[in-house]
């Protein structure tokens, strides 16, 4: 199936330090961009690949679960850290528990770790039925474009085929058994509306890794979504300043010699 317009995955070859940013689950790329884009222009080496199974259509998400999702994450961060001195790992929604397992695995590897509204646990009744209903029903109904800025889209599936979703479920099992081997820097940033993913997910996550380096910010202007809402800029800052503490000299102003390719796709 041909990649939806807006879905491509992004490289951006700059300094020594990098960032790798992981979409969310029936998102892609697109959500993500305009953090990337930031990033790129501020001299760091980005990469936001295009998950598999995500970009196309709902039913491609279907024949995939978490160890592709997790695979295509871990292969960037492999061949980051083959190029660049130091790596961070962010992540949106489902993107952030990717980035928070790729720190708990890879340890002194990942300099820091930065979590927008990041999700923990499958929430609702259907949850505890998903293991049986998987095989009754193809999908319901999507996630996607919660976000509180009129007229702005995400580009993501109407749908969740629920083979992924019982995937997932049993991923964020796992991730949360693996949260206390999550030693890093870490800046959480989240939205206290938020209607996929509850407060009760941060909270999670904060009590249970063993960071002793913890910022949270609230986006109070944004819903989900929040990397294309109204707390964006926000976000941007935040992430850059985590950075340029971390990585002193890392992070420059755009303009000031910061050089680079850019390729998409």
């Known amino acids: 199936?041909?990649?939806?317009?807006?879905?491509?995955?992004?490289?951006?070859?700059?300094?020594?330090?990098?960032?790798?940013?992981?979409?969310?689950?029936?998102?892609?790329?697109?959500?993500l961009r305009p953090w990337a884009d930031h990033l790129a222009e501020r001299g760091l080496t980005v990469s936001l690949p295009l998950l598999p199974g995500h970009g196309t259509r709902w039913q491609d998400l279907g024949v995939t679960g978490w160890q592709d999702w997790y695979a295509e994450v871990d292969r960037e961060l492999r061949l980051l850290r083959d190029r660049c001195a130091r790596v961070f790992v962010a992540g949106l929604s489902m993107g952030g528990a990717l980035a928070l397992r790729l720190a708990a695995r890879h340890g002194d590897a990942v300099s820091g770790v930065m979590v927008v509204n990041p999700a923990n646990k499958v929430h609702g009744v259907a949850a505890h039925a998903l293991p049986v209903l998987r095989h009754l029903v193809p999908a319901t109904k999507g996630i996607a474009s919660d976000i509180a800025k009129p007229v702005t889209r995400e580009l993501?599936?109407?749908?969740?085929?629920?083979?992924?979703?019982?995937?997932?479920?049993?991923?964020?099992?796992?991730?949360?058994?693996?949260?206390?081997?999550?030693?890093?820097?870490?800046?959480?940033?989240?939205?206290?509306?938020?209607?996929?993913?509850?407060?009760?997910d941060s909270a999670r996550i904060l009590s249970r890794v063993s960071s002793v380096d913890v910022t949270e910010?609230?986006?109070?202007?944004?819903?989900?979504?929040?990397?294309?809402?109204?707390?964006?800029?926000?976000?941007?800052?935040?992430?850059?300043?985590?950075?340029?503490?971390?990585?002193?000299?890392?992070?420059?102003?755009?303009g000031l010699g910061n050089e680079g390719t850019t390729a998409g796709g």
């Open 1 to 31: 199936m041909p990649l939806q317009t807006g879905a491509e995955p992004f490289r951006h070859e700059g300094g020594e330090t990098a960032v790798l940013l992981c979409h969310g689950f029936t998102g892609s790329p697109q959500s």
């Open 156 to 200: 993501g599936y109407d749908r969740v085929p629920l083979h992924a979703a019982h995937s997932l479920r049993n991923f964020f099992r796992l991730v949360d058994r693996e949260l206390p081997q999550v030693t890093q820097p870490l800046l959480l940033m989240r939205s206290p509306q938020d209607h996929v993913v509850p407060p009760a």
């Open 217 to 254: 910010v609230l986006l109070e202007q944004s819903y989900h979504v929040a990397t294309l809402d109204y707390d964006a800029e926000l976000i941007f800052r935040e992430g850059a300043a985590f950075i340029g503490r971390l990585a002193p000299g890392a992070v420059s102003e755009p």
